[in-house]
């Protein structure tokens, strides 16, 4: 039996690789085939499926891709209808993989074809379990991610109820819990940072599986969620529907501009997205860019962002960062990519660019500006904020500031922090692209800050 997590930080993703006697299956893959076709060449086996836990609402899934270049089959729970060929599975259906077996166990609630993977060894002991979004480390899925469906929230997460209490919860507790998800996904209210657990763990700590009834349980996963991001749905269709190569995408989208080009698709509509590190964007970056560093959770940001739709010129520091930079576009179903460039302020200014800068203090200046009366404004998540925060601060999500900037002043200065720096900066440049110039960032966010004691700290009691 040999097992290998894949986990990808700039989704908060987890695919695995399961294999028994020279043959594999591999559940949730993300777009890129490579790094499966490589483990199974390195480990001289071959891949027999594809397992998907469900229609993946914030990526785009290598299902289809790696089927083609392995001949694996795709196989998904009960209720999943595609545009493509795959195998349906039953309820308790089992796969055989060299010694093992792969149970199938019908899990809805987080949409109602999500299924869960359950490993048996040569002995029929049950080893781990594949939870997909059904269940995390400290959480459970969304309930509110159905495609097309006239099931409200309430239905799924009273659907979720049942499939954790029959279907997981009576597994033994030192099976080994493997989800799809860990911290930073939307895909749950507050996912835990470690990326696998047992099922006693999750049965002594996780929330959602502590005694209570379908109406409490149904409050406790629904209160206080927010709107899931805009290309949840649209990325799950595609995963349903189908989609071009990854190879196919490179092609079009990897192409390096010249910087006439590119001033000539700015005035056309594209966007500039400055994908560079922090330190080197607020030095100076096309003015009206939007900051995601690749040295951050780029693709979640980017798409929750982002309208799909919208055509991107790729700003990157280095040529070879442009691949990356546009494979993890790819990622989350942003394709509508010009090209690249390279940034260089001279060939920019040559061409007639303008370039704009960012001003970034410490959180000790911070501090004595917030004194004489700068306002702060704090752009992490209601749960961060909630924990604690600066007495008066403007609490405004990054992830629903372009809905809510309209409750902030062009007037008026802000000191602008997230809980590490880099989210205040993607913050800065959306908001100078619309307008607002007093704004400053702080470097290191509420982790400095919290630190500094000129702060007047609120804290839950």
Request: include cysteine; charged fraction near 20%.
């Amino acid at each position: 039996m040999y097992i290998e997590q894949l986990y990808t930080t700039c989704l908060a993703e987890a695919a695995y690789y399961i294999e028994s006697e020279g043959e594999a299956i591999v559940i949730d893959p993300i777009r890129e085939t490579t790094p499966y076709l490589n483990l199974a060449a390195k480990r001289g086996s071959r891949i027999r499926y594809i397992f998907e836990t469900h229609f993946h609402a914030d990526f785009v899934s290598g299902h289809l891709d790696l089927a083609k270049k392995t001949g694996a089959s795709i196989v998904y729970g009960p209720g999943a209808q595609t545009a493509y060929d795959t195998y349906t599975a039953k309820d308790g259906e089992r796969f055989q993989l060299g010694k093992l077996s792969i149970e199938v166990l019908h899990t809805p609630g987080h949409t109602p074809e999500s299924s869960c993977y359950l490993l048996r060894d040569e002995n029929e002991n049950p080893v781990a379990v594949f939870t997909g979004d059904t269940l995390f480390v400290g959480d459970v899925g969304r309930p509110d991610l159905a495609i097309k469906s006239d099931l409200t929230i309430n239905d799924l997460a009273g659907m979720l109820y049942d499939s954790l209490r029959t279907k997981i919860m009576t597994l033994p507790d030192a099976v080994t819990v493997y989800p799809a998800h860990g911290a930073g996904s939307s895909c749950g209210k507050n996912i835990g940072k470690e990326t696998f657990s047992t099922i006693g763990e999750q049965k002594a700590t996780n929330y959602a599986l502590q005694s209570m009834s379908k109406a409490d349980f149904v409050l406790a996963v629904t209160e206080g969620l927010s709107a899931p991001p805009a290309y949840f749905f649209q990325d799950a269709l595609i995963n349903k529907n189908g989609y071009d190569s990854l190879d196919v995408v490179k092609e079009r989208n990897i192409k390096a501009l010249t910087t006439t080009a590119v001033k000539s698709l700015l005035e056309s509509g594209s966007l500039p997205l400055d994908t560079r590190p922090v330190l080197d964007f607020e030095k100076g970056f096309i003015a009206g860019s939007l900051s995601i560093g690749l040295d951050g959770q780029f693709a979640i940001w980017a798409a929750t962002l982002l309208d799909i739709r919208q055509p991107l010129v790729v700003v990157v520091d280095d040529a070879a960062k442009a691949e990356e930079a546009i494979i993890r576009l790819a990622r989350v179903g942003y394709e509508r990519v010009d090209g690249y460039v390279v940034y260089s302020e001279a060939a920019f200014k040559k061409a007639g660019l303008e370039i704009d800068t960012l001003v970034s203090v410490t959180a000790q200046q911070a501090a004595d500006m917030q004194l004489e009366g700068v306002a702060i404004l704090d752009v992490r998540k209601p749960g961060e904020y909630a924990s604690g925060h600066i007495e008066g601060a403007t609490h405004l999500c990054l992830s629903t500031l372009n809905e809510q900037k309209g409750q902030l002043n062009k007037e008026q200065p802000y000191l602008v922090h997230c809980a590490g720096g880099y989210r205040s900066v993607i913050a800065v440049s959306m908001l100078k692209k619309a307008g607002f110039n007093q704004l400053i960032n702080i470097y290191g966010g509420w982790g400095a800050m919290k630190d500094v004691s000129g702060f007047p700290i609120t804290t839950p009691v």
